[in-house]
């Protein structure tokens, strides 16, 4: 009988499960959270597209970068619901964290491993102060491995505590200032053309992949772009300083 069966494109939930390497009951979880749109329904039998498996993937991969159930919700209730595979695929590359998930949650002594040397009240207090090191309860901590070897080589430095955290509010403030420009750039030029445009998923999949590619080229840049500007600095002030 005609439609009797599903279309060859659409899963069952065990299908479903198995295609994105999860439980049934995960499957479930993930449903009963908002965070999938309805199944299709074929009669008694509920199936799930190639959609559902995106957002599903793209839940998990969330979640995998720490992301709350909240926040998930919040990023996912910005893809429409009749989002093509194409369209989800740009908004998981406009939304996936550029840094990859290492934050450690340690006690002091795991810590100070991880360091490779005691950190004292103070050394700690400057780690915390920078932010490079969050203190979540009594002697427990929230770090990233990368960022702790940074802390460690500024401990080490001859310079104040309050020159650190001078510059470190210089450094986040002008890259917060450049991120919001680059990403309303983004959203301004190649988003918008796409968003208003008459599109296909081959078209979203390469706009995906130009995302993807400008983030390594923008850090590059923005590191070469700081060089520069420090060189030029330097000169300036050589060139202003009174002769004795």
Known sequence: MPGSEPDEDLMTIDDLARRTGVTVRTVRFYAGEGLLPAPIRRGRVAYYDASHRTRLEFARELQDYGFSLSRIRQCLARIPPNATPGDLAVHRALLTPWQPPEELDVDRAELERLAGRALGEAELATLTGLTLVVRTADDRFRVSPSALAVGVELLDLPVPTRFLRQAAT??????????????????????????????????????????????????????????????????SSTRDRPSE
Do not use: K, M, N, Y
């Open 170 to 235: 210089v450094i986040d403030g002008h890259a917060g200032a450049v991120a919001d420009e680059l990403s309303d750039l983004f959203r301004g030029e190649l988003w918008a053309d796409f968003r208003d445009g008459a599109r296909t998923d081959q078209e979203a999949a390469r706009l995906a992949r130009v995302v993807e590619q400008l983030r390594p080229l923008a850090i590059r840049c923005l590191v070469l772009a700081f060089e520069r500007a420090a060189d030029r600095a330097l000169a």
